[in-house]
């Protein structure tokens, strides 16, 4: 059973659009992060969260941790094809030594 | 400040033979962890070391062993390969241990053939 799970698996899109990805589990976190990666490198990570119903802009990236500290979302407006790429997920538990990834989001964004 | 550096980038190996994967973490941080990545499984979390000890450790048999150095460069090994093992594995550093925002290397391409 994945602790997180990411939703859509896959999501292609045309350059201009908006979309939103999700992370969810049946846990609570500590700290939730977003990881970008594109192929044949390692994941990058473009933020952060820690405060239940916090949310972070990066650009033209949201980013929301839900209330419960359960779940989160990422919404990126205008979509570019550099946007494309994995999206992951991974959250630390409180108590837990290291953070668990979800199986990610691949995003392609079509010219 | 350079980032997380692994070495080789890419590597090919017969079933059977053993594998030894480098790690530098950037400069200051010393907590190193392993990850595998295939297609299937996801990112899977290997080990952590932090201060030339092994912190946590992840479902992974006993093939797969890892060390750190006083300089907090790791070592991940894997023995008696299979074709399962093909994968890219990655390497984080990280200032603290259980410091949950990592700062991933390019990673190491292992095909088993």
């Known amino acids: 059973t994945q602790l997180l799970e990411q939703s859509p698996q896959f999501l292609s899109i045309q350059e201009g659009e908006n979309l939103t990805v999700y992370c969810n589990s049946s846990s609570v976190f500590s700290s939730l992060q977003w990881y970008r990666q594109e192929p044949g490198e390692g994941p990058v990570l473009l933020v952060t969260v820690v405060t239940g119903g916090e949310v972070k802009k990066l650009k033209r990236l949201t980013f929301q941790f839900g209330d419960a500290r359960k779940d989160s979302s990422l919404h990126i407006t205008a979509a570019q094809p550099g946007d494309t790429g994995l999206y992951l997920c991974?959250?630390?538990?409180?108590?837990?030594?290291?953070?668990?990834f979800g199986d990610g989001t691949t995003l392609t964004v079509k010219p | 400040k350079a980032g997380v550096t692994q070495t080789p980038r890419y590597l090919i190996k017969t079933r059977g033979q053993q594998v030894t994967l480098s790690c530098s973490p950037i400069s200051g941080h010393r907590s190193v962890s392993w990850y595998q990545q295939t297609p299937g499984q996801g990112l899977q979390f290997l080990f952590e070391?932090?201060?030339?000890?092994?912190?946590n450790k992840g479902n992974f048999p006993g093939r797969f062993s890892g060390r750190q150095f006083s300089n907090s460069r790791s070592e991940m090994n894997v023995s008696t390969l299979e074709l399962g093992d093909s994968a890219l594995y990655l390497c984080?550093?990280?200032?603290?241990?259980?410091?949950?925002?990592?700062?991933f290397g390019q990673g190491t391409r292992l095909t088993v053939v």
């Open positions: 984080a550093s990280s200032f603290m241990s259980k410091n949950t925002e990592a700062f």
């Open positions: 070391y932090f201060s030339e000890t092994q912190r």
């Open positions: 991974a959250g630390a538990q409180t108590n837990a030594g290291k953070s668990t």
